[in-house]
């Protein structure tokens, strides 16, 4: 079974930083991206950052130079640094991965718990 838990939200001052973390434990798939999704009251869900496992990133035109995406194979992580970070990235943050497995071949994708982010002085 395929689980992935998020830490890192919390309460930070507009101006400052935060770093999420998304670890993924399981066995017998192989993650192709690995990536943030961010839902504010009252909003649709949008993509924040994501990273293919061969290599690329993509970020939200309004995280560009303030987010970054990264991951850790030997951990089976992935992170969010968030750098500058203002009322408007208040948010709940999930993780999400796209995975493919064989024997059968599958495709879909996972989703975190959810990490509340709120950025607020």
């Known amino acids: 079974q395929v689980q992935l838990v998020e830490s890192g939200g919390g309460l930070v001052q507009p101006g400052g930083s935060l770093r999420l973390s998304c670890v993924v434990s399981?066995?017998?798939?192989?993650?192709?991206?690995m990536g943030w999704y961010r839902q504010a009251p009252g909003k649709e869900r949008e993509l924040v950052a994501t990273?293919?496992?061969?290599?690329?990133?993509k970020y939200a035109d309004s995280v560009k130079g303030r987010f970054t995406v990264s991951r850790d194979y030997a951990k089976n992580t992935v992170y969010l640094q968030m750098n500058s970070l203002a009322p408007e990235d208040t948010a709940v943050y999930y993780c999400?991965?796209?995975?493919?497995?064989?024997?059968?071949?599958?495709?879909?994708?996972?989703w975190g718990q959810g990490t509340l982010v709120t950025v607020s002085s």
């Open positions: 999400n991965i796209g995975l493919f497995t064989r024997s059968p071949f599958t495709n879909r994708e996972v």
């Open positions: 399981g066995s017998d798939f192989s993650i192709v991206t």
């Open positions: 990273i293919r496992s061969i290599g690329g990133t």
